[in-house]
Nanobody, 122 residues
């Protein structure tokens, strides 16, 4: 089970930190990813991190602004979002993949959270 938190309303240029708490002993072996879905758009990949945190990948639109990290002792993955823009407004989902390497592909993720709303005002 994955439970996201940390969403909210923020002004453009501000920051938010999303958290995703996972239950289950296998958490540390899973690739963890963040996806988002804006109103009227398809869900898109945002960032992913492998089990050791040695490999991270990002969609181009968030590179240099977002940072994904994980704490396997707390079964939690984070998404630090800085310099937020109105176009970052979306529901953000946490997801887990059994692959060994971080993936951008939605179908590689087998467990999903319920999502948390992020709204960036201009």
């Amino acid at each position: 089970q994955l439970v996201e938190s940390g969403g909210g309303l923020v002004e453009a240029g501000g920051s938010l930190r999303l958290s995703c708490a996972a239950s289950g002993r296998a958490f540390s072996s899973y690739v963890m990813g963040w996806f988002r879905q804006a109103p009227g758009k398809e869900r898109e990949f945002v960032a992913a991190i492998n089990w050791s945190a040695g490999n991270t990948i990002y969609v181009d639109s968030v590179k240099g602004r977002f940072t994904i990290s994980r704490d396997n002792t707390k079964n939690t993955v984070y998404l630090q979002m800085d310099s937020l823009k109105p176009e970052d407004t979306a529901v953000y989902y946490c997801a887990a993949s059994a692959l060994r390497v971080a993936s951008t592909l939605e179908y590689n993720y087998v467990f999903w959270g319920q999502g948390t709303q992020v709204t960036v005002s201009s």
